[in-house]
């Protein structure tokens, strides 16, 4: 196995610097040591290769994703890769496979279009001469009639009015734009930056503003250019302007910008502990959210000075009614985790600036409670619970009800996750593994009703503050509320540490695990 792992790693280090800037390598995921995701410069086609600790003497998984390619090609694509496995690396010859399928059956996967080969190309040049002769002169006729016209308010004059208006939610607007090879798009205004397009790096989201085709609140044009609607100043004529498409809207579309039907509260100070959610449509049962890492920021952006007492403990959480462990069961099912990333894939595709709210694959989890242990010896003792307790908790872990995640939902479109479906026995273990702790002297620390869920982004209070974005537009993701994510058997269970410390497989720090 030390062989294999030694192969695995000098290939993947050869893919990496091949493919630099275009492969992503995921190590030790579930049943896999490596999963390679990588992109061919200049191609719209993605290779997925999974290996298990047995290759190269058994043949990675592979998936591929193409527009260009019907499922049924996919599927005689990945036939034609196959590769004898004889403990040599495969990898490399199952691309070269895969680029001779593409030629072999004539499909084009570039990323651009491929231009027309052969013809008459002076004849091409005359007839494109004569369709600008044509567009140049339509433009002109265009002109005339438009001097008769109402002068129309230009696409920079939106911009700023969306970017200065502060009654004007800036990520619940659209752009429509022409690209060049792919005609028109839609992205969201927040996902692109409106600088100077000389000054921005090529990173950067940027569009010139002739391109600009129309603008959108929520799903309605508020601004057209080809058909001179213009319904956020009213300048073509319709007297209409965007607070009263809002006040429509809003007057048609009741509670849509509340969550829960508006019951809840946020604190003054923006930290996701303040924010109370309303369970089973209206309950009172007060849900506090916390994403169980703890964020140092947090205390310095509350006014909390970092003062230590005697022992070296921070004075400030040796009082502080707040949980700094929690008990979860990870996350290892690949099938979720692969999910989990096409769900944070597509949601960055449209706003990349919450690549860091995502969370790790390493760091999937459920959690069961939360808790607080503010000593080494308290610390220590849960430990040591936790290790009489594993026959027990063994024997009712539901190991043969499987936990099934289902469905996105959100806390306030600040954080995002899958849906859980628990089962009663999930919710009877957890009730039993708190009344194991409470008579143990272990205070549990989250006071509220457990609500199974599995976190997929949440937006952070620095990416927050730096963008002026502090929540999730739910159209990133309303297309995927019914997504199946997969199942996953409650087999392990972990004691985590809420710090920014990791071990060396990327989970959370953890002084306690139990596998059933």
């Given at each position: 196995m030390a062989?294999?792992t030694?192969?695995q790693?000098?290939e993947?280090?050869?893919?990496k610097a091949?493919?630099?800037?275009?492969c992503?390598i995921i190590?030790?995921?579930g049943?896999f040591?490596?999963?390679?995701?990588?992109?061919?410069?200049?191609?719209?086609?993605?290779?997925k290769?999974?290996?298990?600790?047995?290759?190269?003497?058994?043949?990675?998984?592979?998936i591929?994703?193409?527009?260009?390619?019907?499922?049924?090609?996919?599927?005689?694509?990945v036939?034609c890769?196959?590769t004898?496995?004889?403990?040599?690396?495969?990898?490399?010859t199952?691309?070269?496979k895969a680029?001779?399928y593409?030629?072999?059956?004539?499909i084009?996967s570039?990323?651009?279009?491929?231009?027309?080969?052969?013809?008459?190309?002076?004849n091409n040049?005359?007839?494109?001469k004569?369709?600008?002769?044509?567009r140049?002169?339509?433009q002109?006729?265009?002109?005339?009639?438009?001097e008769?016209?109402?002068?129309?308010?230009?696409a920079?004059d939106?911009?700023k009015?969306?970017?200065?208006?502060a009654?004007?939610?800036?990520?619940?607007?659209?752009?429509?734009?022409i690209d060049?090879?792919?005609?028109?798009?839609?992205?969201?205004?927040t996902?692109?930056?409106?600088?100077d397009?000389?000054?921005?790096?090529?990173?950067?989201?940027?569009?010139?503003?002739?391109r600009?085709?129309?603008?959108?609140?929520?799903?309605?044009?508020?601004w057209?250019?080809?058909?001179?609607?213009?319904n956020?100043?009213?300048?073509?004529?319709?007297?209409?302007?965007i607070?009263?498409?809002?006040?429509n809207y809003?007057?048609?579309?009741?509670?849509?910008?509340?969550?829960?039907n508006?019951?809840?509260?946020?604190?003054?100070?923006d930290?996701?502990?303040g924010?109370?959610?309303?369970i089973?449509?209206?309950?009172?049962?007060?849900?506090m959210?916390?994403d169980?890492?703890?964020?140092?920021?947090?205390?310095?952006?509350?006014?909390f000075?970092k003062?230590l007492?005697?022992?070296?403990?921070d004075?400030?959480?040796?009082?502080?009614e707040r949980?700094?462990?929690?008990?979860?069961?990870r996350i290892?099912?690949?099938?979720?985790?692969?999910?989990?990333?096409?769900?944070?894939d597509?949601?960055l595709?449209?706003?990349?600036r919450?690549e860091s709210?995502?969370m790790?694959?390493?760091?999937?989890?459920m959690t069961?409670?939360?808790i607080?242990?503010?000593?080494?010896?308290q610390?220590?003792?849960?430990v040591?619970?936790?290790?009489?307790?594993?026959?027990?908790?063994?024997s009712?872990?539901?190991?043969?009800?499987?936990?099934?995640?289902?469905?996105?939902?959100?806390?306030?479109?600040?954080?995002?996750?899958?849906?859980?479906?628990?089962?009663?026995?999930?919710?009877?273990?957890?009730d039993?593994i708190k009344?194991?702790f409470?008579n143990e002297?272990?205070?549990?620390?989250d006071?509220?009703e457990?609500?199974?869920?599995m976190?997929?982004i949440?937006?952070?209070?620095?990416v927050g503050?730096?963008?002026?974005?502090k929540?999730?537009p739910?159209?990133?993701?309303?297309?995927?509320?019914d997504?199946?994510?997969?199942q996953q058997?409650?087999?392990?269970i972990?004691?985590?540490?809420?710090?920014?410390?990791?071990?060396e497989d990327?989970?959370?720090?953890t002084?306690?695990?139990?596998?059933?």
């Open positions: 062989g294999n030694k192969v790693e000098i993947v280090s050869a893919i091949e493919f630099d800037g275009t992503r190590k030790d995921l049943e040591t490596h999963v390679l995701t990588l992109q061919p410069s200049g191609k719209d086609i993605i290779y290769f999974q290996m298990t600790g047995k290759y190269p003497n058994a043949k990675p998984n592979v591929i994703r193409c527009p260009a390619l019907t499922e049924g090609q996919i599927e005689e694509m036939k890769m196959d004898e496995a004889d403990g040599t690396p495969m990898i490399q199952m691309l070269t680029e001779q593409l030629s072999a059956n004539n084009n570039s990323s651009k279009p491929k231009s027309g080969s052969g013809g008459n190309h002076e040049g005359r007839k494109n004569e369709k600008r002769k044509k140049k002169e339509k002109e006729e265009e002109e005339v009639k438009d008769k016209k109402a002068s129309m308010k230009t920079d939106v911009i009015r969306i970017q200065w208006d009654e004007l939610p800036q990520d619940e607007f659209l752009v429509g734009y060049r090879f792919l005609g028109i798009q839609e992205k969201y205004f996902s692109f930056s409106w600088e397009i000389a000054s921005v790096d090529y990173s950067v989201l940027a569009v010139p503003k002739h600009i085709e129309y603008f959108k609140y929520k799903d309605i044009k508020v057209d250019k080809p058909r001179r609607i213009d956020v100043f009213g300048s073509t004529g319709s007297k209409t302007t607070y009263d498409v809002i006040a809003e007057k048609n579309n009741p509670g849509s910008t509340k969550q829960d508006g019951n809840y509260e946020d604190s003054d100070d930290s996701d502990d924010i109370s959610v309303t089973d449509g209206g309950a009172s049962n007060s849900q959210y916390n169980d890492e703890d964020d140092d920021d947090d205390d310095q952006a509350a006014g000075d003062e007492c005697d022992d070296g403990y004075k400030y959480w040796r009082n502080k949980p700094n462990y929690f008990l979860a069961v290892t099912d690949p099938d979720v985790a692969q999910t989990t990333e096409g769900i944070q597509t949601i595709e449209h706003e990349p919450f709210c995502c790790p694959l390493h760091c999937l989890h069961l409670c939360t607080g242990l503010d000593t080494p010896e610390v220590e003792h849960c040591s619970v936790l290790n009489r307790l594993k026959p027990e908790l063994a009712m872990a539901p190991k043969n009800i499987p936990i099934i995640l289902k469905g996105i939902s959100h806390f306030f479109n600040r954080a995002l996750y899958a849906k859980i479906e628990g089962a009663k026995e999930l919710y009877e273990f957890v039993h009344l194991c409470k002297g272990i205070e549990i620390r006071n509220h457990f609500v199974p869920h976190t997929i949440k937006v952070t209070r620095p503050n730096s963008t002026g974005q929540y999730i739910p159209w990133l993701y309303s297309h995927k509320t997504v199946d994510f997969g058997v409650l087999d392990n972990y004691l985590c540490k809420m710090t920014h410390e990791r071990r990327g989970f959370y720090v002084p306690a695990c139990l596998t059933f």
